[in-house]
């Protein structure tokens, strides 16, 4: 996550590609992973609300300030 670095920790670039946000969420960045969030079953009750408000506006600004990238939509 884009969100653990800082002056101790440095992203790599990979064959001459900077690790960026940019870069990861158009794919040219070589080295990324979903986050896959699971239910068993339609969700319901505090899940689905959570899950409704992690994929607003509002949490996916969150998303994104925690150093994740947003959901593409």
Known sequence: S???L????KALAIDGVEATVENAASGVYPVV???NLLTKGEPGGLVKAWLDFILS????????EEGYIAVNR
Do not use: N
């Open 2 to 4: 884009f969100g653990y």
């Open 6 to 9: 800082d002056e101790s920790i």
């Open 33 to 35: 992973r979903p986050l």
């Open 57 to 64: 506006d509002e949490g996916q600004k969150i998303v994104v």
